[in-house]
Every structure is written in structure tokens, then in C-alpha cells.
């Protein structure tokens, strides 16, 4: 999963080793328990930890919550003095911030008055997407809602909100509004600090499957090629609701469109789920055999969150399995029996099998040529490199 808080507000990230150190440091410094029973009590403890991690990590499980942070968005709600905007991350086009007291965050576009439109692509890719998961009946993973989407010309909308960003960022420029992904609550991630060095059971199939429809609905209903788009683990405040869109299809020319509201929120309960976002590198593609060859390499040149075809372990290779299989099923029942074009999801697959065998091949001829090279002492301080590799 992607790490850090970035684009959309996601904080899934593993722990370090040192705050796996520091965690561990805080037991007693003179310890006069046995040594057989530290070891049964640790032992206890990591196992606990995994079930906790199992049982919280349970996709769409709803875990109650009471930080501050909980509250100070619970009391925020209907409180407009009080929702300030914060910066939670920079993405490519633009940086985020999120507005206590709601599930709002604002993409705002770095190029101002640039004729940079990336933050507009971004909007009509979102706004298409959410669309196409809602025809193909697809909930999981989540994608961010889409909210509403605001011009740097819109001077109305500025004047009336610009306090409420931070001094630096108040001049108007394009805004993308989408729903927030939270972060993970806090108790799931002590529990990862526990066990961070074990295998956790945390569902890998089930996910695995969520990507293979994700990736069948972004190529033939979408029509995109799913370019630089991330899978994280997130949360959402409870009762998870599911937002239709209210309009039929975006204008053609960029211009602000109308917020859509929103239902009360319980912060202090919020529910995991696995989500899809960032569409702003995201390009059409036609449903040919152009478009298949397009789509497997925006596979493979995507970070690893897919599963690879050629897996070194017995389980990789079953998850490789089972995303194909669900991938091919998808994309056949997305395109409907009647469809002429049936071979195309296969052509997908083949494509990805192939250029990740290709990749694989040149990084061990790479490796194979570095291992080919080693120092030769001159006897006079100096060393050369000379080829040990066989022809």
C-alpha cells in the first residue's frame, strides 16, 4: 500500500524499525520476570496483536474511535468558523488539504493561470470513473466521491472562502473537491508496530480480487488505461454510505461545478476499506487491440500494487491466479456476451505475461553483466576492471 499521507489524506504506512525499537523500549528497565515467562507473556502479546490486526484489518470492519482528533471533527460538524483548512500532502498537480468537521479534501493546482489543465483532466477522469463503477455495480474498492470542482476565474467562490485556506495559498486557482480517504485509526496501527516483522492473514485474495474488477472496469467501461493510479487501505466515518452522482456527464469546457451535500458523519466510528484514487495521469483507450497493448503496459510500468504473472513463491503465483481469473471474469461480464471485441481482455493478460517476462529478463542480463566485472590489483595502487564473464 502506498505509504504516508499524500494526495487524498491516506496515512497507511508501516512502521519503521526504530519505532518498532522505541515501542519495545517502553517495558521496564530492570525486568526480574524469568526468562521462560517473558518469552510466554511475549509470545501472548504478538499473538494478540495479530488477532487484533486480523480482526481491524477485516475489510469494510467498523472500528469505534475516541482520539481528539475524533472529537475535534466530531464538534466541528456544522461549525463553519471552525473548518479551517489544513495541508495534508503535494501530489503532482496539485497540493491538499483537508477541512475539519467534514470528509472534504481540496486539491488545489499548483500552475495557476498556466493553461496547465492536469487538475481538470484529473476531475473528468474522477468524475467518469465514479460513474462507470456505478453502471458495472462495482462498490470495492472505494473511490473518493466526487464533491465539486471550482475555477481559479470563479471570483464569487474565492472571495467567499479564501480565509479559510492558508495565507500562502489564497490566490484562486483550479480546485478538485472529491471525499477523503482517513487514516487508518490508531489502534490498528500500534498493533502493526507489534507484529511488523510477521505475516499477517490480512485478506490478500479478497483484495487481490477488488484490484482484478477495479482494473475490468477502468479498461472497458471507464475506457481508461489506469495509468499512475493507487490502491490504499483507508477509513471512512461510519455508516458508509453510497453517494450517486447527481449529474449525468460533466461539461466539455472547465467550469465550476455545484458542491453536492453530504449526511452527518460519526467520526468516532469509521470503517476500513480498500480505495482506488489518483486518476490525473489517466488516458482514454480504445477498445482495440491498440488499446489492450496500452493498458498492459500501464500495468507493469504502475507501482506494484497488482499482482505479478511470474511470482517467485507458490503463493504469489496463486494470487497471479486468482487476479487473471477474476480479471478475465469481470471484464467479460462488463462487456456483455454480445460484445465482438471478447479476445481484447485476454490480449490484456497475455501482454502483462509478456512484458513482465521481458522485464524480469533484462534486470537478470543486468545483473548478469555487473556480476561480470571484477578489480584487478596492478601492483602499483591501482586497480582495474576486467570481465570475468563467459562467451
Known sequence: MASGEDSFGKVSRLPKANEISRHRATSPSVDV???????????NVEATAKNTLRRLLSIRSAISTTPSYATKNQAAQGHTGQQCLREI???????????????????????VGKGDDQLWNDCQQHFAIVQSFESAGVREPRIPRFISFITAADWEWWEENEA???ESERKPADLLVTGRIMPVPEKVRKALISVY???????TERLAIEMADALAVLHWVAKCDGNDVEFVLGSQPAPLDFYPMKASRLPSEKTSLLKQTTSPLDFQRRVISLWLLDFNRCKPIDVDVSGAAQASRMFLANDPYYPRPHGKTSGEQKLWRVFKDRYLMKSYEV????????ELPAAVIEGIVRLHREHLESIAELESGVAGWEHEDQGDGRRRRRSTAQY
Open 89 to 111: 500532502g503535494r501530489g503532482t498537480c496539485g497540493t491538499v488539504f483537508r477541512k475539519i468537521g467534514t470528509d472534504y479534501v481540496y486539491k488545489r493546482a499548483h500552475c
Open 197 to 203: 516483522s510477521e505475516e499477517l492473514d490480512l485478506e
Open 164 to 166: 479559510f485556506f492558508p
Open 335 to 342: 462487456m456483455g456476451a454480445s460484445d465482438g471485441r471478447l
Open 33 to 43: 520476570t524469568p526468562i521462560s515467562s517473558r518469552s510466554s507473556s511475549l509470545e
